[in-house]
C-alpha cells in the first residue's frame, strides 16, 4: 500500500520545520514572457544613437508624464548617445517588467559610452560614512529592477554579447544574468563599467560570462553574487571595495560565491575601506545555500580556482564554507551543513589584515599565497566533528591557526556567528583535522595528535567511507546524486549516530562522490537506518532517489521511507502498516524500488 501523506509516526523520528522564502539574493525567479518593444527600427530613423530618456523618440515607451512604462528589448549593437549628465531614471507605476533594458540577440555589443544610470534614493545617496552608518535601512527601500538582464542561449559562430562603459547606480541588480542550469549560455562579456550604491552590483545565476576591468565599490549586500546554477565564469581585473555597507549577514562579502562552481577570479584588486569607522570586511565569501522554500540547491562551490588577487584590510580576506553551522529555517537538511571543495586558492597576496583564508569545509587547496601584516594568515575551523583533506604547499612561512572550539576564536566570535549556532555540544577531543602538506609546508598552531593529523595514508577504495569515529559504514549504495559532479556518488549509512545538532544525536543518510567526500545528506533520525537502496522509486530520471528502513519499530511499525538527497523529511512513505521487521529492499534493473516482506 503506497501513500504520499506524511503519518503520525513520523513525527517520532523526524522534527522539522517548513523552509520560507527570504527576501535574499540568492531567490529570484525566471523572466516571465511578457510583451517585447523591439528597438531596431526606430533605431533607422538616421537620428544618431540610442538615446532611452529622449520621449519623443522613444515616445511608446513613456507616459504623458515623461515616466517609463516598458523595458528596452535590445535586439541590435548600440551606441549610447553621449550626455555629460547622469540619466536620473523615471520609472512610472505603469511599469510592470524586471528590468530596465533586456539583451534579445546574441553578439550584439551594449556601449553605454559612459553613461550614468542613476536611481538611488536620497539616503542611498548620502556621504559613504553616513550612509554605512544607517546599515540596512537605506537597502530595504528604493529602485526593485535590474539595469541590463541577460539570458540567451548559445548561438554557434556569433561573436560575444558585450556591455561595457556603463555606470550603474540604485539599482536592485546592475546587471542580472539568468540561467537555467541546462542549455550552454551564449558567452557575455563585462567591461569596464562601473557598479556603486546598488544593492547587489552584478547577480549570475548564469554562465560562460567575463567580467573584467570593471569597478565595484558601495554597494549595500555585495559587489558580484555568484549565484544557484553559475558556472564556467570568469572575474578577472576588477576592483573591490566596501560593498557590504548593510551588514546584511556574516557570510556576505565584496564576492558572493553561493553554490558556484568551474569558475575563475583572479587578478582583482581588493581596497582599503574608506569608511573611518569599525566594520567587518569579508573580501570573497564562498558558501552552499542550504535551501529555500523547500527547494535543494543541487549544486556544491567546487573547482573554482582564486588566484593571483590583492587584498588589503579586510578582517577576512577568503571565507570558504562560510555558511557551515548556520541555523536557519531554510535548511532543508536540518543539519546546518556546508559544502565548499576541490577549490584552489593560490598566489593571492593579503596585506593588513585580520585572518587571510579561512576554511571550514574539506577538501580545498591553499598554495603560494603571501601574507603581509596578517594575524592570523590561514585558519582551518573545524566546526562539527571532522575537517579532513585540505591540501597546504608551499607555504613554509606561513602560520595555521587551528579551531576546534568557541574558546579558540573567541575574539573574532561576532564575526562567525554562524559556525556556532548548532555545534556546541561537540567537545574538542571528539574532533579532526587532517592537512596533507608535503611540500614547503607551514607551521602549525598545533602538534601532530589524536585531533591533528598530518599527511595521513589515503584510504584504499574498500575503506573510502570509513569514519574516524565511526568506523566503516553498515551498508553503502551507488548511484547518480549529483549531475554536475563525474561519475556516480556513493550512499552510506552507519551503525552509530553521525551527527549531533544540539545535544542531540542523529542517524543520518551521508552522500559521498567518487573520491570519498562528503557531498550532502539526507534522513536525520532519532533512530538507526536498518537497510537502504537507491533509484527511481517515484519519478523516472534526474537525480536518484534513496529508500530506507528504520532498524527499530517506530509505534510497532517498520514503514519504508523514501528521500531525495539533501531533505530531512522523507518525499513519500509506503508500507505504512507493516509491523514485519523482517522487511528488505531491493531495487531491480529498471532501478525501480522492490520491497520484500518475509
Same mark, same amino acid.
Request: charged share 25%; proline share 3%.
Given at each position: ?12 523520528? @523526524? ?31 538616421? %537620428? ?17 508624464? *515623461? ?11 548600440? %551606441? ?24 534579445? %540577440?546574441?553578439?550584439? /555589443?551594449?556601449? *553605454? ?35 541590463? @538582464? ?7 559562430? =556569433? ?21 537555467? *542550469? ?7 562579456? /563585462? ?43 570568469? @572575474? ?83 571565507? =570558504? ?35 587571510? =583564508? ?37 607555504? %613554509? ?33 571528539? #574532533?579532526?583535522? $587532517?592537512?596533507? $602538506?608535503?611540500?614547503? &609546508? ?44 563525474? *561519475? ?9 549516530? =553521525? ?23 539526507? &534522513?536525520?533520525?532519532?533512530? #538507526?537506518?536498518?537497510?537502504?537502496? /537507491? ?35 522523507? #518525499? ?27
Amino acid at each position: 500500500m503506497i501513500t504520499k501523506s506524511f503519518l503520525s509516526i513520523i513525527a517520532l523520528i @523526524f522534527s522539522y520545520n517548513f523552509s520560507v522564502a527570504q527576501d535574499e539574493a540568492s531567490k529570484e525567479a525566471s523572466e516571465i514572457n511578457q510583451s517585447v518593444f523591439y528597438i531596431k527600427d526606430i533605431l533607422q530613423d538616421g %537620428k544618431g544613437d540610442f538615446d532611452p530618456w529622449n520621449t519623443d523618440r522613444w515616445a511608446a515607451w513613456y507616459n504623458d508624464k *515623461g515616466e517609463l512604462i516598458r523595458q528596452f528589448d535590445v535586439d541590435t549593437s548600440v %551606441k549610447f548617445k553621449s550626455r555629460k549628465e547622469p540619466w536620473l531614471v523615471k520609472i512610472s507605476k505603469q511599469f510592470t517588467n524586471k528590468s530596465l533594458f533586456t539583451i534579445a %540577440k546574441q553578439g550584439i /555589443v551594449m556601449d *553605454g559610452n559612459g553613461l550614468v544610470m542613476d536611481v538611488r534614493t536620497t539616503n542611498q545617496s548620502l556621504p559613504l560614512d553616513e550612509l554605512y552608518a544607517l546599515k540596512k535601512e537605506p537597502w530595504k527601500e528604493g529602485n526593485e529592477l535590474r539595469g541590463i @538582464f541577460y539570458n540567451l542561449p548559445e548561438a554557434a559562430g =556569433i561573436q560575444p554579447t558585450q556591455i561595457k562603459r556603463f555606470t550603474f547606480m540604485g539599482w536592485k541588480r546592475g546587471v542580472k544574468i539568468n540561467g537555467s *542550469g541546462d542549455q550552454e549560455q551564449h558567452r557575455l562579456i /563585462v567591461e569596464n563599467c562601473v557598479f556603486t550604491r546598488n544593492r547587489v552590483g552584478f547577480y549570475t545565476n548564469g554562465y560562460n560570462t567575463l567580467m573584467k576591468n570593471c569597478r565595484l565599490y558601495e554597494n549595500g549586500y555585495g559587489a558580484i553574487y555568484s549565484g544557484s546554477k553559475s558556472r564556467r565564469n570568469q @572575474f578577472i581585473g576588477n576592483f573591490f571595495r566596501d560593498n557590504t555597507l548593510s551588514q546584511h549577514q556574516h557570510s556576505y562579502g565584496d564576492f558572493i560565491g553561493d553554490t558556484f562552481f568551474d569558475s575563475e577570479i583572479s587578478d582583482n584588486e581588493f581596497a582599503k575601506s574608506h569608511i573611518k569607522s569599525e566594520q567587518r570586511r569579508i573580501g570573497i565569501s564562498v558558501f552552499r545555500n542550504m535551501g529555500e522554500s523547500n527547494n535543494l540547491r543541487e549544486q556544491m562551490p567546487h573547482n573554482n580556482i582564486i588566484r593571483g588577487n590583492q587584498f588589503d584590510g579586510y578582517s577576512v580576506a577568503i571565507h =570558504i564554507g562560510s555558511r557551515m553551522g548556520r541555523d536557519t529555517r531554510n535548511d532543508i537538511t536540518d543539519e546546518g551543513r556546508d559544502y565548499a571543495f576541490y577549490n584552489l586558492i593560490s598566489d593571492n597576496t593579503i596585506a593588513n589584515s585580520t585572518i587571510g =583564508i579561512k576554511i571550514n569545509t574539506e577538501g580545498n587547496t591553499v598554495s603560494r599565497n603571501r601574507f603581509i601584516h596578517v594575524k592570523e594568515e590561514i585558519v582551518l575551523h573545524c566546526v562539527f566533528f571532522s575537517l579532513e583533506n585540505t591540501t597546504i604547499n608551499h607555504q %613554509k612561512n606561513a602560520f595555521v591557526k587551528l579551531w576546534y572550539v568557541l574558546d579558540d576564536y573567541a575574539p573574532y566570535a561576532d564575526w562567525f556567528k554562524f559556525q556556532d549556532d548548532l555545534n556546541g555540544s561537540i567537545n574538542r577531543d571528539e #574532533k579532526l583535522i $587532517s592537512v596533507n $602538506s608535503l611540500t614547503e &609546508g607551514p607551521n602549525f598552531s598545533a602538534i601532530i595528535s589524536e585531533n591533528f593529523k598530518l599527511n595521513q595514508e589515503q584510504p584504499d577504495p574498500e575503506n573510502l567511507l570509513t569514519d574516524f569515529r565511526l568506523g566503516a559504514p553498515i551498508a553503502t549504495e551507488e548511484g547518480e546524486f549529483s549531475l554536475d559532479l563525474p *561519475g556516480n556518488e556513493f550512499v552510506a549509512i552507519y551503525n552509530r549516530p =553521525i551527527s549531533r545538532i544540539g545535544e542531540k544525536d542523529y542517524y543520518s543518510i551521508l552522500f559521498f562522490d567518487k573520491k570519498g567526500t562528503e557531498i550532502n545528506r539526507c &534522513g536525520r533520525s532519532a533512530v #538507526k537506518w536498518k537497510e537502504i537502496a /537507491v533509484g527511481y522509486f517515484t519519478k523516472n530520471n534526474g537525480e536518484m532517489e534513496v529508500a530506507a528502513i528504520p532498524a527499530e519499530a517506530i509505534d510497532g511499525k517498520y514503514p519504508v521511507y523514501i528521500f531525495d538527497r539533501g531533505f530531512k523529511i522523507p #518525499k513519500e512513505v509506503r508500507f505504512r502498516d507493516n509491523e514485519n521487521s523482517g522487511i528488505t529492499l531491493l531495487t531491480g534493473k529498471d532501478q525501480k524500488l522492490q520491497v520484500i516482506i518475509q
